[in-house]
C-alpha cells in the first residue's frame, strides 16, 4: 500500500496522496503560494522561483520552489516566514527590473498576474538606477497574437503550451541573460489552432489577442458562463461583452470536458453573427421584400402552417431541424410536429469536418447527442437531408419551415427547396439557404438566450444569455410555441425551466434533473455513445 505522507503546512497539518506538491498541499489548506510559471495543465519547470518557500525536510529550512518539490512525510513548510517573504519580494524586484511598468496602457491591466502578485507580495518602489533593456514592443507572432517582448518574464509557459499541448511547437526562447526573449522558430508563424490559448496563460501582457487588443477594459466588461455551439465538444466558455457587443470568448476550466483550453475557431465564431442580423420579419413575394414585426411573422408562420394541414393534411408539412439547437428548442419543435403531424428531417452543419485529439470535433453540430436523446425518447419519426428532397420531388412537402439557416445541404437538396411551394422560416442571420424563403421570423442568437446542450460524451451543460435583445424577437422554443398557438394548436410554454421540466418527464436520461440546479461545469448524464449523423 502507499503510503500518503502528513506534512505541516504554516503550523498546519495535512495528509495528501503520495506525488503531490507542496503547492497543491498548500492549496488543500487554503493557503495560497504566489506563482508564474505554474499552470495546471503544462509541465512544471519551476524557473520563475516565484514559488519559493521555506521548507524543513529534516536537514534543516531551505528554500525550495513549491511546484516541483513533492510533499514528505514529515515536512514543515513555511509559505510566511520572513525568508520566504524576502524571497518573494526579490524575485519579484528581479523579475520587474526591466519590465516598463506600462499598467495604463496594457491590455492584461485588471488581470495580470504580475500586478496582482506585485501589490500583494512586494509594493516596493524599483531600485534600478540604469536604462531598462529593450526588446520588440509589437511582434506579430502569428494571425491571432502579437507579442511584446519587453513585458515578458520569461515563464515558458506559452513554449510548453505548443511543445506539450499542441505538440506543434513554433516558439522558443532565444539570446540569454537580460537579452532573453519569445520568438517563432524561423519560417513558422504562431497559427495552430489554439494559439489564442497562449494569450490566456501567459501571466503579463506580453502575448495578447489581436483581435480582442485595445477594444475594451477588462474591469468594464460584464462576464457571463456560457458553452461553444461550434462542435459536439461543446467547451466551457466565458463570454465578455461591453456595452451589449461580444468583445471576447475565452475558455472556462472544466475538467469533464474542455480542461483549461478551446480552440480559436470556436472562441472567434461570434465575429460571423454581427452582420446580417433578422431584427424583423421578413417577407417576400415576386420579388418585393417587406418587414414585420417580429409577432406578426410568428403569426404569419402559424397562419401558413395552418392553411397548409386544413388543405392537404399535416404530412404535407416539413420541418427542418438543427442538431446545433438546445434541448429545449428541439425538445418544443419535436412536441409541435408530433401533435400536428408533420414530418421532421435534421439537417445541421457538417459532420465530418476537421477533428484533432485535443478538443475539436469533425461533427460540427453542438446537440446532435441531445437531439437523438429526445427523439428516441419521444418515438419521433425522422428522416435526413436525403429523405427531405425526395419527399419534395414526390410533391408530399407542400410547406417546409426552416428552423436555422446554418445548414450544410447539398447543392441538389437546395435546389429541390427551391421548389417547394412555401418555404417558411425561422432563423437569426442570414444564410444562402433561406434566400428561398417566402416569409422569415426572427429569434434570437445563442448569446441572446438561455439553453441546455449535450456533448459527444453526454455531458449536459447549461449556458446562459450573455447579449440583451429586443424584447420581441423570441427565443426558439417560445418563438416556436407561439406560433403553434397562432395556427391553432395548444403549446403552451412561457418559461424555459417549464420546457426542461416536460423533457425530464418524457425523456429517461433527463430524468431528476432541474433546469435552474444544474451545475455549472454540468452534469454527466448518460455513458458516451455513437452520436452519428441522422
Not at 171 to 200: M, W
Not at 423 to 445: C, E, G, K, Y
Not at 486 to 505: K, L, T
Amino acid at each position: 500500500m502507499i503510503s500518503m505522507p502528513t506534512l505541516k503546512i504554516n503550523d498546519q497539518e495535512v495528509t495528501v496522496e503520495q506525488g503531490t506538491t507542496v503547492l497543491k498541499a498548500a492549496a488543500e489548506t487554503g493557503v495560497e503560494i504566489p506563482t508564474f510559471c505554474y499552470h495546471p495543465g503544462l509541465s512544471a519547470p519551476a524557473n520563475c522561483r516565484m514559488c519559493l518557500v521555506e521548507i524543513d525536510g529534516g536537514r534543516g529550512p531551505q528554500l525550495m520552489p513549491a511546484c516541483y518539490t513533492q510533499a514528505g512525510e514529515g515536512m514543515d513548510v513555511k509559505t510566511d516566514s520572513p525568508t520566504t517573504k524576502d524571497a518573494q519580494k526579490s524575485v519579484l524586484e528581479f523579475i520587474l527590473l526591466n519590465h516598463p511598468v506600462d499598467c495604463p496602457i496594457c491590455d492584461q491591466a485588471g488581470e495580470c498576474t504580475l500586478q496582482d502578485h506585485y501589490f500583494d507580495y512586494s509594493a516596493q518602489p524599483s531600485r534600478l538606477r540604469h536604462t531598462k533593456v529593450h526588446k520588440p514592443k509589437v511582434k506579430v507572432l502569428g494571425p491571432n497574437i502579437v507579442l511584446d517582448a519587453e513585458r515578458c518574464i520569461l515563464c515558458t509557459r506559452c513554449v510548453r503550451f505548443c511543445d506539450e499541448v499542441t505538440e506543434t511547437h513554433e516558439l522558443r526562447v532565444t539570446q540569454r541573460g537580460d537579452h532573453s526573449e519569445i520568438t517563432t522558430f524561423p519560417g513558422l508563424d504562431l497559427d495552430n489552432k489554439y494559439s489564442l490559448c497562449t494569450a490566456d496563460i501567459c501571466p503579463v501582457g506580453a502575448l495578447t489577442s489581436r483581435g480582442f487588443r485595445f477594444k475594451a477594459r477588462v474591469w468594464n466588461n460584464k462576464r457571463t458562463k456560457s458553452v461553444c455551439d461550434q462542435c459536439a465538444r461543446n467547451c466551457s466558455t466565458f463570454v465578455d461583452t461591453l456595452r451589449n457587443d461580444v468583445k471576447r470568448v475565452s475558455p472556462r476550466t472544466n475538467e469533464e470536458v474542455n480542461s483549461w483550453w478551446a480552440c480559436d475557431e470556436g472562441r472567434t465564431a461570434f465575429k460571423k453573427y454581427q452582420e446580417g442580423r433578422y431584427l424583423k420579419g421578413v417577407i417576400s413575394h415576386e420579388g418585393t421584400t417587406n418587414e414585420l414585426a417580429p409577432s406578426d411573422s410568428y403569426h404569419r408562420l402559424g397562419s401558413q402552417l395552418s392553411q397548409t394541414v386544413e388543405a392537404h393534411g399535416g404530412e404535407a408539412v416539413g420541418i427542418l431541424i438543427h442538431p446545433s439547437w438546445s434541448n429545449e428548442d428541439i425538445f418544443v419543435a419535436a412536441q409541435f410536429a408530433m401533435e400536428a403531424g408533420f414530418s421532421l428531417y435534421v439537417g445541421g452543419r457538417a459532420t465530418d469536418g476537421y477533428e484533432d485529439n485535443i478538443l475539436i470535433r469533425g461533427d460540427k453540430n453542438a446537440n446532435r447527442y441531445g437531439m437523438n436523446l429526445i427523439l428516441e425518447a419521444m418515438g419521433v419519426k425522422h428522416g435526413g437531408v436525403d429523405s427531405l428532397a425526395a419527399a419534395i420531388e414526390a410533391g408530399t412537402i407542400r410547406t417546409l419551415l426552416i428552423l436555422d439557416g446554418e445548414h450544410a445541404l447539398p447543392e441538389s437538396v437546395i435546389t429541390s427547396i427551391g421548389q417547394v411551394e412555401k418555404v417558411i422560416a425561422l432563423a437569426a442571420w442570414q444564410t444562402p439557404i433561406l434566400d428561398a424563403a417566402h416569409v422569415i421570423a426572427p429569434t434570437r442568437l445563442v448569446y441572446e438566450r438561455g439553453g441546455t446542450f449535450v456533448n459527444f460524451e453526454g455531458h449536459i451543460q447549461r449556458f446562459h444569455k450573455t447579449q440583451m435583445h429586443d424584447v420581441n424577437i423570441l427565443s426558439p422554443w417560445h418563438a416556436l410555441s407561439t406560433i403553434a398557438r397562432a395556427g391553432g394548436w395548444d403549446m403552451q410554454y412561457d418559461r424555459i425551466s417549464d420546457v426542461f421540466a416536460g423533457m425530464a418527464e418524457m425523456v429517461p436520461r433527463f430524468a431528476g434533473l432541474a433546469y435552474q440546479e444544474l451545475p455549472d461545469d454540468g452534469v454527466t448524464t448518460v455513458q458516451a455513445a455513437s452520436t452519428g449523423a441522422v
